[in-house]
């Protein structure tokens, strides 16, 4: 009988709602397991949770819901994310969060984390980096 070892899944839920994330493998076999989406009513309750949980306060709370609700489509790890950062002053103009500023900075860490993980992989062949430029990470 042959030793295969044990498959060991591990998967990602991605920030954004329309990326696949990541699926890694070890043995023969492996499955895909969709995660369904949360549906508009379970967003809102993770959302008022997360809020809730950290001691965020913030003075559009309603269209804060309403708006990353809809901006999350029922993915909890992008709601998480935002909630935790809401409580920047960064993202707040006017007593509203900048929900278009606090989504740029998401995705520019996202590209930061991911030329990070590619830079770890070991390259064939010649390459010319000096032609690639890197996104400059911001502090809050």
Sequence with gaps: ?????????????????????????VGTTFATIKVPELRPS???RLVERTLD?????LPDRDAFDKTLV?????????IVRVCELARSPRYQTGGRTNFRLLLLDLKIDDLQ????EEAKIPLRGPVA???????QRRTL
């Design 1 to 25: 009988m042959e030793n295969r070892g044990i498959p060991i899944i591990a998967a990602v839920r991605p920030s954004y709602p329309h990326d696949i994330g990541k699926l890694w493998y």
């Design 42 to 44: 379970e967003s809102r």
């Design 53 to 57: 949980r950290q001691r965020i306060s």
């Design 70 to 78: 809809s901006l999350a489509k029922g993915n909890p790890r992008m």
């Design 113 to 116: 984390d991911h030329i990070e």
């Design 129 to 135: 980096t000096d032609a690639i430029r890197y996104p």
